[in-house]
């Protein structure tokens, strides 16, 4: 009789001590600064040639929010950028444009600098951004990462310095603008694979959508790790 009094507070302790080994030292909430960003920065155009920029705002717990945003050239003469955010190349040079959203009386802005030729270059694009995951609970996890753009799709790479604690319950990867919350997170899977490289294709995602890895407790709703993409 006293094994079956026993088994479920066996199962509890166990649950309890799963979940405080997930849960970090410190104590965090959803805040993250607002930011707004240019998704599709470019460094070179060729005269004559348009890009068409886009840019998100991110609002304090790092969801996309819907805000007007003003286009500006620091330079028309060199490049021109209208209501849209359509850049057009007028002459060799450099400028820089300017995204601003005015949020609550403050003005949030995001640059990019872009030189104009007279002759055909890559436009300097975006393809590949890298990172360090550290653990941020009392599990081992950490290793290093690398994210390709591969045509609309994105290559994530974990590099063979990766290891993590085959302990962790319901482990999963997510892509995020908030490394406190995995609301509006996008859902990479389940961790399967502690030790050693690995690859995640992530479809229909674009390099600058977001800026975290972030490596979460399910059944706890903990954080685990993080690593922050550049």
């Not at 649950?15 to 965090?28: H, Q, R």
């Not at 960003?37 to 705002?57: D, E, F, G, V, W």
């Not at 190349?89 to 995204?99: K, S």
Request: charged share 10%; proline share 4%; aromatic share 10%.
């Amino acid at each position: 009789m006293s094994s079956i009094f026993l088994k479920p507070h066996f199962i509890w302790v166990m649950a309890t001590f799963l979940c405080l080994g997930c849960i970090g030292e410190d104590y965090v909430d959803d805040f993250v600064e607002p930011t707004l960003r240019i998704t599709n920065p470019i460094s070179n155009l060729q005269t004559s040639a348009m890009h068409s920029y886009k840019a998100t705002y991110l609002n304090s717990i790092g969801q996309p929010e819907n805000v007007p945003i003003t286009w500006v050239s620091s330079n028309a003469s060199i490049v021109t950028i209208n209501e849209l955010g359509i850049a057009t190349a007028v002459a060799e040079g450099e400028a820089t444009i300017t995204a601003s959203a005015l949020i609550d009386g403050n003005s949030i802005v995001a640059k990019n600098v872009i030189r104009i030729s007279t002759i055909a270059m890559e436009s300097g694009e975006e393809s590949s951004k890298s990172g360090t995951i550290a653990t941020t609970s009392g599990y081992s996890l950490e290793g290093s990462f690398t994210l390709e753009a591969n045509g609309t799709d994105l290559i994530l790479s974990i590099s063979s310095d990766y290891v993590a604690s085959s302990s962790l319950p319901g482990l999963y990867l997510y892509l995020t603008n908030n490394p406190n919350s995995i609301n509006g997170a996008l859902e990479v899977g389940p961790v399967t694979v502690f030790v050693g490289a690995h690859s995640y294709t992530i479809k229909n995602t674009g390099i600058n959508n977001y800026q975290f890895l972030l490596y979460w407790c399910k059944p706890f709703s903990v954080k685990v790790a993080e690593g922050q993409i550049y």
